[in-house]
Nanobody, 115 residues
Framework: QVQLVESGGGLVQPGGSLRLSCAAS????????MDWYRQAPGKQRELVAS???????NYADSVKGRFTTSRDNAKNTMYLQMNSLKPEDTAVYYC?????????WGQGTQVIVSS
């Protein structure tokens, strides 16, 4: 059974930083592309960052230069380091993986950027 568990969200002031984690189980983690998505109130869920098994990364234009995703295959965990946070980064952040042709999501972790 695939499980993804996010953690690390919270309330932060503009310009601040947060580090999100996604712990995966039920898959051979090191073989999978892993993704971070986010969904702001009233908006569609959007792809924020992806990381391949080899560590190559891609980012949405809105977060390039501010967010960094990484993975620790020994710990079956993916991370999202978020710096220079803006109010428009406020959203629920989700971990995602495609396994056996279907998507799996974590429960999400709330990030609020506000003064």
């Amino acid at each position: 059974q695939v499980q993804l568990v996010e953690s690390g969200g919270g309330l932060v002031q503009p310009g601040g930083s947060l580090r999100l984690s996604c712990a995966a189980s039920g898959i051979i983690f090191r073989f999978y592309v892993m993704d971070w998505y986010r969904q702001a109130p009233g908006k569609q869920r959007e792809l924020v960052a992806s990381i391949t098994p080899g560590g190559s990364t891609n980012y949405a234009d809105s977060v390039k230069g501010r967010f960094t995703t990484s993975r620790d295959n020994a710990k079956n965990t993916m991370y999202l380091q978020m710096n220079s946070l803006k109010p428009e980064d406020t959203a629920v952040y989700y971990c995602h993986v495609n396994h056996m042709g279907r998507p799996y999501w974590g429960q999400g972790t709330q990030v609020i950027v506000s003064s």
